[in-house]
T-cell receptor, first 111, second 111 residues
Framework: GENVEQHPSTLSVQEGDSAVIKCTYS??????FPWYKQELGKRPQLIID?????GEKKDQRIAVTLNKTAKHFSLHITETQPEDSAVYFC??????????FGTGTRLTVIP | NAGVTQTPKFQVLKTGQSMTLQCAQD?????MSWYRQDPGMGLRLIHY???????DQGEVPNGYNVSRSTTEDFPLRLLSAAPSQTSVYFC??????????FGPGTRLTVT
């Protein structure tokens, strides 16, 4: 099956700085890469996604980049705010349509 | 739409007891799945279904059964609960090529 690795496991940044979270995947047939944000005690919620035919996607302060050759993708959050503090998960969807998740990054934005 | 719903929200079981976690969605999604979330391990796929009458195993299926008699419902059965099954369980659904939506989760403790 797919193996998704995510780094770092924890990340602290000053408010206004940028945060970058990186993931790698193993299955070259994976074709869809979503990112989820999970606040304490809540369900994971999709914040941005990218498909394998696209190299970069932006949505306001959030961007995702994908390097298919290297099998890695990254989440970039600019101008971080305290409400960005949460656990972020990357995921990869295989050809069999299953979504496999990384182990999560706990982001803390320090005011 | 209620989206994805799960019951119960919390459950405490004794070792050896059985129970069923309920999951329902009202979005007519073909794909439904169950994940467990443990600290530091992300979300791991237990079982999934691509349509009524079709189920298959994910990464960590041992000790769990599922069935999919209707498009809407996808219950998860714990056959004989063990302390290792203490976790937060999330049900999810989506169309095959679309965004995955999660239910609110069930926090299960096995003593």
């Amino acid at each position: 099956g797919e193996n998704v690795e995510q780094h770092p496991s924890t990340l602290s940044v000053q408010e206004g700085d940028s945060a970058v979270i990186k993931c790698t995947y193993s299955d070259s047939a994976s074709n869809y890469f979503p990112w989820y944000k999970q606040e304490l005690g809540k369900r994971p919620q999709l914040i941005i996604d990218i498909r394998s035919n696209v190299g970069e996607k932006k949505d306001q302060r959030i961007a995702v980049t994908l390097n298919k050759t290297a099998k890695h993708f990254s989440l970039h959050i600019t101008e971080t705010q305290p409400e960005d503090s949460a656990v972020y998960f990357c995921a990869a969807k295989t050809g069999a349509n299953n979504l496999f998740f990384g182990t999560g990054t706990r982001l803390t934005v320090i005011p | 739409n209620a989206g994805v719903t799960q019951t119960p929200k919390f459950q405490v079981l004794k070792t050896g007891q059985s129970m069923t976690l309920q999951c329902a969605q009202d979005m007519n999604h073909e794909y439904m799945s169950w994940y467990r979330q443990d600290p530091g391990m992300g979300l791991r796929l237990i079982h999934y279904s691509v349509g009524a009458g079709i189920t298959d195993q994910g990464e960590v299926p041992n000790g769990y059964n599922v069935s999919r008699s209707t498009t809407e419902d996808f219950p998860l059965r714990l056959l004989s609960a063990a302390p290792s099954q203490t976790s937060v369980y999330f049900c999810a659904s989506r169309v095959l090529t679309g965004e995955q939506y999660f239910g609110p989760g069930t926090r299960l403790t096995v003593t």
